[in-house]
């Protein structure tokens, strides 16, 4: 069955109406959502310019001022319908007790996380008051942002979030974290608890900061099979969602767990999130029939063809446009803004989405 892409046309923002919170409460939005993962970041030659005055990038995470300013610098160039919090997912794992540092082309680096005692050294007594800078810039930046556009708030998810604990950073395909997982350690466990509670905890307050959505981030689900899927993914996923809506919360969760297929439809299911994002290897018309009847869907661009521009890049936002229905999708790329993208090909890409959805 072909599934008709419904059209959405307007051409101005109608007072206080936010597209993307109109999908996520499955209603019909005025025009069809769009915003970037990572829209905030090394591509913008502003983005460079504030990150040096800061001196690094965790220095304009933790300046509220500075970390307000690059998460609104996408939107004055852009007709984006959400801004996300400039923040960084292991800012959690610092506030628990890590070592973290960013090393120029080498990525994060932490210290380990591998026992038992290591785990019984991370202290979530006074976590959430460490990340109080994210709380800030959220307040600074609701306090700026036009009525239409809704502001998203993010975590890591506990297995993603884990994983660069145990190995220290970025490596290879994780192989210590993927061998715990295996093994069922019980210092694993802990960690995944301990994480998932704070996760809970930490969405709390970025919600009660002003964020309309919250996106949770398992960038490394595609790692496990369907047993530790079940178990290191959806469950704690499902412990967070059920922990924000048993403290009153009704704010939507987007779920990305990068990476698994054709899992995503049963991972949807098994945590009960509000709309899910989807990475650039699975099919449109897949999307479309298996997953839109069920819930609003985010993807899945290729950022590849945003950096290329041109043909393939029109060739590829047609697509989706054509395929995904406007009231069942929120457009994005299948994983994050690349820093070799040049700006221009972000305003093209905008241009065709809602010159398509006019026509
Ligand atoms: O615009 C946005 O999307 C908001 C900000 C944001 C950042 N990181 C800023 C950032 C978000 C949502 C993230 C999430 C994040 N961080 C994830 C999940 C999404 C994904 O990409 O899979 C992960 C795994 C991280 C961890 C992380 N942060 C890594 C591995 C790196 C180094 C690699 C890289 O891209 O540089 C970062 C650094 C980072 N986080 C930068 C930014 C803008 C680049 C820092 C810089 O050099 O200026």
Redesign the pocket.
Known sequence: MMIEASRVPVDKPLPGRKALIEVLNNAQPWRRPVW???????YLPE??EV?RRAGS?LE??DAPDLACE??LQ?LRRFDLDAA???????LVPRALGCDLS?R?GE??VLSRVVSAEDVGRLSRDGMVGRLGAVYETIGLVKASLAPHVALIG?C?APW?VAS?MIEG??SGDRPHARRAAHERQPWFDALIELLTETACDYLARQIEAGVDAV?I?D??AGDLDDGLRQRYCETPIRHIVEGLAARGYGTPVIG?A?GIGAAHRGFAEATGIAAISVESSVPVAWMARELAPALPVQGNLDPVAAAIGGPALRRAIEHLVHTMPADRHIFNFG???R?DTPPAHVAETLRIIRALDRA
């Open positions: 970037f993962m990572r829209q905030a970041g090394r983005y460079q990150r990038f304009l995470c690059v998460t996408p996300i919090v400039f923040a960084d997912i292991l960013f120029e990525g994060p993010f890591g993603t660069y950073g970025t996106q981030f960038s490394w990305f990068r994983h994050g803004v820093p």
